[in-house]
């Protein structure tokens, strides 16, 4: 596949269907001391507001991603098959149905170090921060997910038949309507692992429909520890 280098460099103000500021597709995607900012997936079932990345490998770090919007899924980033690290960066007041700042789907790591997901919002939907799925093993170490907001469960973190590995990491001030404020995780093969972490202030139910549960974890089914 073919090798793309962003660096120093600013993104933005674009729109397509799939990745309105970078489309990676089975290619080895770097960014680096880079702003992906205010661009838009907002046609039909648009995903990866920011970045939609597939079948490849992307390292970010050093960077923004702001202010992304996404139809579907992704507000910043909509990853699928690819092996994926994000470190050192802050993702936050992006936007998307499913995944408010980050996406994931397909059988590849996401590791995230030392890196903010706040204020996102999964509007009508789950996973306002992040929403990890359908095989994802991913990786969360040193980092925040705070502020974000879903209209239905996983205001900070969805993860569905998927693995989710929390270590030394801040999940606060999620909110959400449904459960799971801070994690929500469900599907008989999901693995939750988290330690070393904390998980406070985080909101479910806050519509007051007295149909909602789990402010900081909600374990509908899968593993717990």
């Known amino acids: 596949g073919t090798k793309l280098d962003i660096v120093k460099s600013s993104v933005g103000e674009n729109t397509a269907l799939y990745g309105g500021g970078i489309f990676n597709y089975y290619g080895t995607l770097t960014i680096d001391q880079s702003d992906i900012s205010s661009n ?30 996404a139809a579907y899924s992704g507000g910043a980033i909509e990853s699928s098959w690819t092996n994926v690290t994000l470190q050192n960066s802050t993702v936050s007041i992006n936007s998307a149905l499913v995944g408010g700042g980050i996406s994931t789907g397909g059988n590849a790591p996401f590791t995230i170090l030392n890196t903010t997901v706040s204020n996102n919002s999964a509007n009508e939907g789950s996973g306002g921060g992040i929403y990890n799925s359908f095989g994802s093993i991913m990786n969360i170490t040193g980092s925040t997910v705070s502020q974000n907001t879903a209209t239905f469960g996983g205001a900070g973190i969805v993860n569905y038949s998927a693995n989710l590995n929390v270590v030394n990491s801040t999940i606060s001030g999620n909110t959400t309507n449904d459960s799971g404020g801070g994690i929500y995780t469900s599907q008989d093969n999901s693995v939750l692992n988290v330690s070393f972490s904390t998980i406070a202030r985080n909101i479910a139910d806050a519509d007051n429909d007295d149909h909602s549960d789990g402010a900081g974890v909600y374990v509908e089914s899968g593993t717990a520890n």
Do not use: H, P, Y
């Open 40 to 69: 838009w997936a907002t046609i039909s079932n648009g995903n990866g507001g920011g970045i939609n990345t597939r079948f490849g490998t992307m390292n970010i770090d050093d960077s923004t991603m702001r202010e992304n919007v």
